[in-house]
T-cell receptor, first 110, second 115 residues
Framework: SQQGEEDPQALSIQEGENATMNCSYKTSINNLQWYRQNSGRGLVHLILIRSNEREKHSGRLRVTLDTSKKSSSLLITASRAADTASYFCATAVNTDKLIFGTGTRLQVFP | NAGVTQTPKFRVLKTGQSMTLLCAQDMNHEYMYWYRQDPGMGLRLIHYSVGEGTTAKGEVPDGYNVSRLKKQNFLLGLESAAPSQTSVYFC??????????????FGSGTQLSVL
């Protein structure tokens, strides 16, 4: 079964609005990573948060991590049409693997 | 640098045919992975390698084989293709363990249809 589950599955917003997507996972992790996938393309790494961190920022991205609830959220502020993509969380446990969630499809309308 | 390159980009097979997908990376990464992506399922790990000459099973290894004869290349083989293997296949690589805060670099994918 999937380690990570994103919520919502799909999200539609207007340019300028904020977009929030959530990720829940099942087991203890070393870190949690967020990736972006434009239609028909490979995934691109956005941000990594370690298990001992609670919040991390990168430009318009803010990621939070709550290990007690086994959940993370990705906030994109002041969304742009170019942010339209699918977003995936991925968890790294104490193995050699990175396990991905099911993704959130974000549509940003101009 | 080219990064991670997958060939071919598209392929159509008939049930029972075989094929090999090639992944090449020029970043001197130790770890390489093959994922498949299906609608509503996210990415699922098929096989991976932690170094030249090594391979290991992921979440969905049945029906696939892999080889890592050279550090820069990771091959995914389908011996007898089935319609259930219709999917988009992604190769990825990382310098070392993701658990050690390493990120993955992805290829652009191979769209495979099995009729």
């Amino acid at each position: 079964s999937q380690q990570g589950e994103e919520d919502p599955q799909a999200l539609s917003i207007q340019e300028g609005e904020n977009a929030t997507m959530n990720c829940s996972y099942k087991t203890s992790i070393n870190n949690l990573q967020w990736y972006r996938q434009n239609s028909g393309r490979g995934l691109v790494h956005l941000i990594l948060i370690r298990s001992n961190e609670r919040e991390k920022h990168s430009g318009r991205l803010r990621v939070t991590l709550d290990t007690s609830k086994k959940s993370s959220s990705l906030l994109i502020t002041a969304s742009r049409a170019a942010d339209t993509a699918s977003y995936f969380c991925a968890t790294a446990v104490n193995t050699d693997k990175l396990i991905f969630g099911t993704g959130t499809r974000l549509q940003v309308f101009p | 640098n080219a990064g991670v390159t997958q060939t071919p980009k598209f392929r159509v097979l008939k049930t029972g045919q075989s094929m090999t997908l090639l992944c090449a990376q020029d970043m001197n990464h130790e770890y390489m992975y093959w994922y498949r992506q299906d609608p509503g399922m996210g990415l699922r790990l098929i096989h991976y390698s932690v170094g030249e000459g090594t391979t290991a099973k992921g979440e969905v290894p049945d029906g696939y084989n892999v080889s890592r004869l050279k550090k820069q290349n990771f091959l995914l083989g389908l011996e007898s293709a089935a319609p259930s293997q219709t999917s988009v296949y992604f190769c990825a690589s990382s310098y070392s363990r993701p658990a050690w805060d390493e990120k993955l670099f992805f290829g652009s994918g191979t769209q495979l249809s099995v009729l």
